[in-house]
């Protein structure tokens, strides 16, 4: 890697209109598992103007009012101002939801199918997936992407206390940082858009957003008089969130993971319930990871695994920690301790994160990783990868 380079990663508001969708596709999953533990759902949401539209497959003994969830999603977010073309009480909503297909199920339930090689639980999917942590943050995630993501939570939260009138819900925030010795050393540039009202003045919304929102986020030593300031750099942002661009459920798996930085399987996360790899696998990766990481065994490590549909056992896994392993531990040994402590096995992985619980809204919004209280960010295994070490 070079010595010195600019990595820049991105975060999205709660009124994006990608996370609008996800927003509405993970409360539908969280709405039939707290009902039904064993509900499988592939919910995928579109959003545009005043419509929304509900597709994909469930199947589930809850009873849901999907009109309830989605109108209950969109007044969260904050989409409720009298001019609002996009507005929770209005919308109009079409769902097209269907029940799984039995190909699929038969591959993933955990019984004997025609053509199936085991009893066991299998993947829903054939993919690839991808974990990874560092030790550059206290969340063990890279800088960019937390930063940008701290951004964009202290704007929902002026926003929601009410205190800044012009705010409204669509908003996407950008951070460059400068890397030296493979170290964070400054703050190249924010980028913040955020969606207003017509009244308020740019110059009103660009010395607000530097002084309580950037200043108050990202620390001091990291902002220099060279670094650059791009505040609604078109200059107008009223029309906005679906209104302005249409939203789609998983359209956001960068800004959803590590902002570029650790690689990516391809799979969406929101509306998907664990059965389905692409969420609960990049989880268990993220869990993983993490694990290495806060066990000191190295201070950037990625894992990355394979499944295929039906199959109750991963095709491949492997470690990587890019030369920064403790001296005398190759990744080898690392991949090793790993398969020893760890199970992943998709029903171990529901097991070991018990993933079969409504947990899924508090994920949609400023990453699915480096939060607090989800079972993936522990690092109760830490002691026991060191000592799996051989």
Request: proline residues 4%.
């Amino acid at each position: 890697m070079a010595n010195s380079f600019v990595f820049s990663s991105e975060s999205v508001g709660e009124g994006h209109p990608d996370k609008v969708a996800d927003l509405i596709s993970d409360s539908v999953l969280d709405a039939c598992l707290a009902q039904d533990r064993t509900s499988r759902v592939a919910c995928e949401t579109m959003v545009k103007s005043n419509m929304v539209i509900l597709a994909g497959e469930i199947t589930t003994n809850a009873k849901l009012n999907y009109e309830a969830i989605v109108r209950d999603a969109i007044r969260d977010i904050g989409y409720v101002n009298n001019d609002d073309v996009f507005h929770a009480d209005t919308v109009f909503i079409n769902n097209y939801l269907t029940r799984q297909s039995p190909d699929i199920a038969q591959g993933v339930d955990a019984k004997k199918a025609k053509g199936k090689k085991t009893a066991e639980q299998g993947a829903g999917d054939q993919g690839i997936m991808f974990g990874y942590a560092c030790s550059e943050t206290p969340e063990l995630m890279p800088t960019p992407i937390m930063f940008a993501h701290r951004l964009g939570r202290k704007l929902t939260e002026v926003r929601k206390s009410g205190k800044v009138a012009w705010l409204r819900p669509d908003a996407k925030s950008q951070v460059s940082i400068r890397y030296q010795n493979d170290k964070p050393v400054e703050v190249v540039n924010v980028v913040i858009s955020t969606q207003h009202t017509a009244d308020v003045p740019h110059a009103t919304i660009e010395k607000y957003l530097i002084e309580n929102v950037i200043k108050k986020v990202i620390p001091a030593k990291m902002l220099t008089k060279n670094t650059e300031y791009l505040i609604n750099p078109t200059g107008r942002f009223v029309i906005g969130g679906p209104q302005g661009d249409s939203g789609l459920t998983g359209r956001k798996i960068i800004v959803d993971t590590y902002g570029g930085w650790g690689r990516h399987g391809g799979g969406a996360f929101s509306g998907k319930d664990p059965s389905k790899v692409d969420r609960s696998a990049a989880y268990m990766g993220r869990w993983v990871a993490k694990n290495i990481v806060a066990a000191e065994l190295a201070t950037h490590a990625e894992i990355q695994f394979a499944y295929a549909i039906g199959h109750p056992q991963p095709v491949s896994v492997r470690v990587e920690t890019f030369g920064t392993a403790k001296l005398g531990i190759s990744d080898e040994q690392i991949t090793d301790a790993v398969r020893s402590v760890f199970s992943f096995k998709p029903a171990d992985i529901v097991t070991q994160l018990d993933l079969l619980r409504p947990i899924y809204r508090q994920t949609t919004n400023y990453g699915h990783f480096g939060k607090a209280g989800l079972p993936w960010e522990t690092t109760s295994k830490a002691a026991a990868l060191r000592a799996a070490i051989k």
